[in-house]
């Protein structure tokens, strides 16, 4: 069974541009959401998506968006970019969402700012 | 301010002894929570879970404890192992909230010596 899909895995941007990730979930997953890693901050929730609907949100500026497509692949994407947003993003896939339900990472897409 | 404290940034243990990786929590509400696992440069993998209902989960070398009055969770490892080093990470949800909104604790570095 394929586990999460992301890509690109590695990419390096300049500040000012926008970047669109791409994650593939765990076939029959519908619940995705995805998190940013960095040193700093550690892991912290973005978004989730369920169904095409976005369920929560954490707090993150309006420059961060996603979307999720009918097969539930979904895509975030971040605007202007900024130096700090340089970090690891992770997307994850549960099967329906709902307590009880493990979560599965992704290998994450490494994003470099410059 | 941190809902999932994690308050040891690494841990040094002998192979063969116990681990043990403490997580303390505020916010009451939480209900289900999870100890991941990561890699360098690859995403979390799910390692064990609990619900508030219980106070201890046991699978293989991997046990996690909860206190609920204390609000405060451990995962212990015995006996640890070399493969066992990476980073822990401590995670919690709400009972009957999305599955895709997990709080992350900062993380401990486990390093297991030969």
């Known amino acids: 069974k394929a586990g999460v899909t992301q890509t690109p895995r590695y990419l390096i941007k300049t500040r000012g541009q926008q970047v669109t990730l791409s994650c593939s979930p765990i076939?029959?997953?519908?619940?995705v959401s995805w998190y940013q890693q960095t040193p700093g901050q550690g892991l912290q929730f973005l978004f989730e998506?369920?169904?095409?609907?976005?369920?929560n949100k954490g707090n993150f500026p309006g420059r961060f968006s996603g979307r999720q497509f009918s097969n539930s692949r979904s895509e975030m994407n971040v605007s202007t970019l900024e130096l700090g947003d340089s970090a690891l993003y992770l997307c994850?896939?549960?099967?329906?969402?709902?307590?009880?339900?493990?979560?599965?990472f992704g290998e994450g897409s490494w994003l470099t700012v410059v | 301010d941190q809902q999932v404290k994690q308050n040891s940034p690494s841990l040094s243990v002998q192979e063969g002894r116990i681990s043990i990786l403490n997580c303390d929590y505020t916010?009451?509400?939480?209900?289900?929570f999870l100890w991941y696992k990561k890699y360098p440069a690859e995403g979390p993998t799910f390692l064990i879970s609990?619900?508030?209902?219980?106070d201890k989960n046991e699978d293989g070398r991997f046990t996690v404890f909860l206190n609920k009055s204390a609000k405060h969770l451990s995962l212990h490892i015995v006996p640890s192992q070399p493969g066992d080093s990476a980073v822990y990470f401590c995670a919690a949800t709400d009972y009957g909230g999305s599955q895709g909104n997990l709080i992350f604790g900062k993380g401990t570095k486990l390093s297991v010596k030969p």
């Open positions: 609990i619900s508030s209902i219980k």
């Open positions: 916010n009451s509400m939480f209900d289900y």
């Open positions: 994850a896939s549960s099967p329906r969402g709902g307590t009880g339900n493990t979560i599965y």
């Open positions: 998506y369920f169904s095409e609907t976005q369920r």
């Open positions: 076939s029959g997953h519908r619940s």
